[in-house]
């Protein structure tokens, strides 16, 4: 049977069809090939198809997820404050109205519940309730009603919805009341029964917000409900933002809303006009179903006949030539090894080449297009395909085959990881690998690539004797990244590390101090009056003086401190060094450098800062509290006048938390109505009449008793609670002044302190007290008001044109503490001032200073030239009083003719100076 078969083969070894035979076969071989890398081909358009509706999904996610942020962040303002006026919802969600990012992005608004039987819902409206009503249609019987009292931007759209009864579409008031309850954010499908709006082209997103934020129970929260804010979105246009990067791949997209009661409801549609084009014919489809806060939507994608027809045949159609041009060899070898009798030594060797060569078709065919490398271990020998030596810009025929050739091309800075990774390979520890590092490129620059490794073969000890792996280009990739990187950690202005990136460092920090026990100096920094210098020049002037701070300061730090933008005109430098001497030089030269000028385009500008320093962990042992440590040190520097540096010490958390109690205290004082006002007299010095007086604000508070102005009007100022107290000494004020016209005198006059914050929040309501006055049909010259020098330095126009009202309808205007602040003449002439007040600190050296007494002479000279009359406060003895009425004083007040009184003790008083005619003395 042996030598029959040895025969046969011989035979048809010898037979002249041999060659006809290897030809058919390896023909047949090509066709099985070129089959397997179309299948391949098509495989990887299967996942490209597969990644693209994957991203379509995930983007649609980002999209709504981005809303839900914007919509948190509107929340935010109503947690901060529980009472927030159009105007400042305007100003806040502007930003997101205007950006382009959001272009489906319709309206941003707030829906105010109330119930009629609980006048705690309503009580802050600024509109009264009656008046409110007879605007909103509401259903007979029901208590509840949700008007939308603020919707921005305020186009013609927009605007048919304010105070609009959302609760009268049945639909919006479960979605609404579901989120009241629930307290989470819900999504309705419609915005209101209104024919104006597609039922399913705007969806909207409400989440509700409470007037009390803590410790709510579940059964509480419709009591507490103060409202909801609102997003209302174009759900088509948010689609196609979404899904276009993905249209553009060639892939065509439907959205369907599953949970209407109408059944599936289209949203979306790409592509041709007809819905169900390419539903028969599409070769890859999928679907994905999306929960969207409880509602189910399903995104439908088809492959286009575009996409279809971009599969990468060229693989398959170069394997095909080239098995053709093969096969025609084949058949040529062997009819040329039949014809010269060498066909077995031939076939031998073919066999031997084509197993090699089968091989490395396979792992290039595994692979993703990158450069190919085959290692032969025993040999020493590396082939490396054309596409490998072309991403490192060198030609087929540069760069031999020793692995020194590669390795000796890694960066120094990664060589290391990456040749210990290669000799686990080597010593069998590990079959595959994959890792990325730098490889310099023969024009000398350094490329990033992945390179990744398996073992194909191994010897009898299991160590590798050849190797494969790819090598890919990912240098596109790490410059995205890198990008990325900057916009999120360096400030764009100064290029100096913004918050994010500051804090990041500082944990790293504060981790490497914990174990080497060593100490870190923080300083904070603010600069002082660079709110004057953006005001007057222009915020681009004042990004060129934030561009100058940021390279001083880094001049004048060391190589391992780090110098950071916080936001606005806040810097922080971080020291590694912590000892007082160091940072005490650096702080120093840090003010000199900073109140040198800065040069700006058409002027110089003049700036200090206010520095704050703490060490940890001396102040502080977490990286939150040394942070409020800092911020308060430099809150006390700020309060010594700027332009110096200031140490934290525990006494300023003493004064920081008794600063928010009394913020705390404050709020609820004004509705507990702890406040009242007392009335200091103001004496002609040359008649000795009395037809004015001072209101000053006083705060009985129940626990701690009579709490100075001094102590709570800068905390009032600083969290804006100055605007309600002053509009009700306003108020008060002038209601006591109406009386005393009529029992003490019919040109009886109030003045009262108003403060620069006042001015501002009036500017933003377009309302003032004129508006006040005129719609209690009250005279002008009833009211004095008194400002201080600092409102005089607000570059905005707005001061001089309210000060110009005033000066129209009568009312005459006090510049207090003169001589105390930034006094200049061009003040006085520049602005409408009827009286100038002499601060107390001249008048009390009076007899003692001459100094004081030349101040006091020539500010009544100056006042009198340019028309306007004089008030000198703090008199306290007939010595002063007697100077002050031969300089030509106009008026005077203080304890020498009487202490501020309650409004009842005044007109005692004022009935007891007249009768006695009591003369100066």
Not at 416 to 434: C, F, I, K, P, S
Request: some cysteine; proline content about 3%; charged content about 25%.
């Amino acid at each position: 049977m042996f030598r029959f078969n040895m025969a046969s083969l011989h035979q048809l070894l010898s037979s002249r069809w041999i060659a006809a035979v290897v030809l058919l076969c390896a023909l047949q071989t090509t066709f099985l090939l070129w089959m397997s890398e179309r299948n391949h081909a098509d495989a990887l358009q299967a996942v490209k198809f597969k990644q693209a509706a994957v991203s379509a999904s995930e983007s649609i996610q980002q999209r709504l997820n981005a809303y839900r942020q914007i919509l948190k962040g509107v929340e935010q303002l109503y947690i901060s404050s529980q009472f927030v006026s159009a105007e400042e919802f305007r100003l806040y969600v502007d930003d997101y109205l205007k950006s382009t990012e959001y272009n489906s992005l319709n309206a941003l608004g707030f829906i105010k519940y109330i119930d009629l039987h609980d006048p705690e819902t309503f009580k802050d409206l600024e509109t009264p309730l009656p008046q409110l009503l007879k605007q909103l249609p509401v259903i007979k019987g029901d208590n509840e009603i949700a008007p939308v009292l603020y919707v921005e931007p305020r186009n013609d759209a927009n605007r048919e919805t304010l105070l609009k009864n959302t609760f009268l579409d049945a639909q919006l008031r479960a979605d609404l009341l579901e989120a009241g309850d629930g307290d989470r954010l819900v999504m309705s499908g419609r915005y209101a029964e209104s024919n104006s709006v597609h039922p399913y082209k705007n969806y909207m997103f409400h989440a509700p917000v409470y007037r009390h934020h803590e410790g709510i129970q579940t059964s509480d929260r419709r009591h507490w409900l103060n409202g909801w804010v609102f997003l209302r979105f174009d759900v088509a246009a948010l689609l196609a933002e979404a899904l276009h990067p993905m249209e553009l791949r060639l892939v065509h997209f439907d959205v369907f809303d599953l949970g209407r009661q109408e059944g599936q409801v289209p949203l979306y549609h790409s592509g041709s006009e007809d819905a169900h084009v390419h539903d028969n014919e599409a070769e890859y489809a999928l679907a994905y179903t999306l929960n969207v806060n409880g509602q189910v939507w399903r995104l439908q994608a088809r492959s286009t006949p575009a996409f279809e027809a971009d599969a990468d045949y060229r693989d398959a159609n170069d394997i095909g030539m080239l098995g053709v041009v093969i096969s025609l060899l084949l058949g040529a070898l062997a009819q040329f090894a039949l014809v010269r009798h060498r066909t077995r030594n031939t076939l031998a060797e073919y066999d031997q080449a084509l197993s090699s060569s089968e091989q490395r078709w396979k792992f290039a065919m595994e692979s993703t297009g990158d450069g190919v490398w085959d290692w032969n271990v025993p040999e020493h020998k590396v082939i490396f395909s054309e596409h490998w030596k072309k991403i490192l810009g060198f030609a087929a025929h540069e760069l031999d085959d020793k692995p020194d050739s590669w390795n000796q091309r890694i960066h120094p800075d990664d060589a290391g990881a990456a040749m210990d990774l290669h000799q686990q390979v080597l010593n069998g520890e590990r079959e595959q690998y994959a890792i990325e590092y730098r490889m310099l490129c023969k024009d000398g620059n350094w490329k990033w690539v992945f390179d990744r490794g398996m073992v194909l073969m191994q010897d009898v000890q299991g160590k590798p004797t050849r190797i494969l792996g790819t090598l890919a280009d990912i240098s596109k990739i790490k410059q995205s990244e890198e990008v990325v990187w900057q916009y999120a950690n360096v400030d764009t202005l100064t290029g100096l590390p913004n918050r994010r990136l500051f804090f990041d460092r500082l944990d790293h920090a504060l981790h490497g101090i914990k174990s080497n026990g060593q100490k870190l100096a923080i300083i904070f920094l603010d600069l002082d009056r660079f709110k004057e210098v953006n005001d007057s020049q222009g915020h681009d002037q004042g990004d060129k003086l934030l561009l100058q701070a940021g390279k001083r300061l880094i001049g004048c730090v060391g190589n391992h401190d780090l110098v950071a933008r916080l936001g606005g005109d806040e810097f922080v430098l971080m020291l590694s060094d912590a000892h007082a001497s160091h940072v005490e030089v650096l702080a120093q030269r840090v003010l000199e450098a900073l109140s040198q000028p800065f040069q700006l385009d058409e002027t110089h500008a003049y700036v200090s800062a206010s520095l704050g320093i703490a060490i940890y962990p001396d102040d502080a042992g977490n990286k939150e509290d040394l942070m409020k440590r800092v911020d308060q040190a430099m809150y006390a520097s700020k309060q010594k006048g700027g332009n110096c540096f200031t140490y934290f010490t525990p006494r300023m958390q003493q004064n920081a938390e008794n600063r928010m109690r009394l913020s705390h205290d404050l709020r609820q004082a004004i509705s507990e109505e702890e406040f009242f006002l007392e009335y200091q007299p103001v004496v002609n010095l040359q008649t000795n009449m009395v037809v004015k007086a001072e209101a000053l604000l006083r705060w009985q508070h129940p626990v701690k008793g009579l709490i100075p102005p001094m102590e709570f009007i800068g905390i009032a100022e600083d969290n804006l609670l100055i605007v309600p107290i002053g509009e009700w000494v306003f108020k008060t004020a002038i209601a006591q002044c109406r009386q005393w016209r009529q029992s003490l005198h019919p040109m009886f006059q109030l003045a009262v302190n108003k403060s620069p914050v006042q001015f501002a929040a009036e500017h933003r309501k377009n309302e003032d007290w004129l508006f006040e006055m005129a719609k209690n049909h009250l005279e002008g010259n009833m009211v004095v008001v008194e400002i201080t020098e600092r409102l005089l330095l607000d570059g905005s126009t707005h001061v001089s044109e309210r000060l110009a009202q005033y000066q129209q309808a009568g009312v005459q205007v006090a510049l207090d503490d003169f001589g105390t602040g930034y006094s200049a003449l061009s003040y006085l002439k520049k602005f409408p001032i009827d009286y100038v007040k002499i601060d107390r600190s001249f008048v009390r050296e009076l007899g003692t200073s001459s100094q004081d007494e030349a101040l006091c002479r020539a500010i009544i000279v100056m006042a009198h030239s340019l028309g306007m009359q004089v008030i000198a406060e703090g008199i306290e003895n007939q010595r002063q009083l007697r100077m002050l009425q031969e300089m030509g004083c106009d008026f005077g007040q203080g304890y020498y003719f009487s202490p501020p009184l309650r409004a009842e003790a005044f007109t005692v008083w004022h009935h007891a100076w007249h009768q006695q005619a009591i003369q100066p003395r």
